[in-house]
């Protein structure tokens, strides 16, 4: 009697070790899936950040040539403007040299013609 209590004592025991070494892998195996979910998660969101961080370069690349263009076609338009500023300086300086000739070329003719006048 006392042999078959403790052969069941120990075939409850092993049954609850079983038991306990089954809850131990399970444990361990849901333990693995978390902690792989986990990282997969986190490779994503790195990974996301990885990509937009590409498009964030290309975009500053494209803004960089873009303000460079820019810069030079504004450069382009001073400078047009500039020399079309100066030839307007010109034009009117050729304009007060014409009126001075021509305010010039009426005085000669008035004092030829007041000359003409006193020799008749």
């Known amino acids: 009697m006392l042999s078959t209590i403790a052969k ?10 079983q ?4 809850k131990k892998i399970k ?13 997969d998660r986190l490779n994503k969101e790195v990974t996301e950040a990885f990509i937009n961080q590409k498009k964030i370069d290309a975009k ?6 873009n303000t460079t263009q820019f810069v030079k076609q504004s450069n382009q338009w001073i400078s047009l403007l500039e020399n079309f500023n100066t030839a307007l300086k010109e034009l009117g300086d050729v304009e007060n040299w014409s009126k001075k000739i021509e305010s010039d070329m009426r005085i000669i003719n008035t004092t030829v013609n007041d000359i003409l006048k006193e020799e008749n």
């Open 8 to 17: 069941e004592h120990q075939q409850q025991q092993a049954i609850r070790k």
């Open 19 to 22: 038991a306990l070494e089954k």
């Open 60 to 65: 500053i690349k494209q803004l960089n040539q």
């Open 27 to 39: 444990a361990v195996e849901s333990t693995n899936k978390f902690s792989q979910f986990l990282v």
